[in-house]
């Protein structure tokens, strides 16, 4: 039996386009990293032309959303990064890159930081951060063998 490629959580990168255009910044500190895509359906109700009690719905697929959560060790450069990108409200290009043991995937879009947090407990461990990022506009999808 050949057993498949699989990921390691450690190859899955989320990252930031810095000042520099097509320069990104890996979001230093995140332990725990996560791309979700999903599809809205849209819901029309239809009535039949000859039976006004006959009512279907005529549903679509709508477009594609993806969110990006991350959490892990609070890190200045981290900490830094997610604040100046929440405090200027734009839209940043993200990368969000995956090695399979077969090659890189990276998703690419522009992006919003809807939220941050940053906390720490009073005795022995580092503090923390998360943050939440989602998509706007259209993302691709590439992937390098």
């Not at 239809?46 to 477009?63: F, M």
């Not at 969110?67 to 100046?84: F, M």
């Not at 929440?86 to 990368?95: C, D, I, N, T, Y």
């Not at 923390?128 to 506009?137: E, L, M, P, Q």
Request: hydrophobic fraction near 35%; aromatic fraction near 8%.
């Amino acid at each position: 039996m050949t057993l498949p490629a699989t990921s390691s959580g450690r190859y899955v990168l989320v990252k930031v386009e810095t000042a520099t255009p097509g320069t990104y910044a890996t979001i230093c500190g995140f332990k725990d990293r996560s791309l979700k895509a999903s599809r809205s359906s849209v819901d029309t109700s239809v009535q039949d032309c000859d039976d006004s009690d006959i009512v279907v719905v005529d549903r679509d697929v709508g477009p594609i959303s993806y969110e990006i959560s991350g959490s892990g060790v609070a890190t200045a450069a981290g900490l830094t990064l997610l604040a100046t990108w929440f405090e200027s409200g734009a839209p940043k290009s993200v990368k969000v890159e995956s090695n399979s043991g077969t090659g890189w995937t990276t998703w690419t879009g522009d992006a919003l930081l809807t939220s941050y947090e940053f906390g720490g407990q009073i005795e022995g461990e580092k503090a923390t951060i998360s943050a939440t990022i989602v998509s706007t506009g259209a993302w691709t999808r590439t992937t390098n063998a």
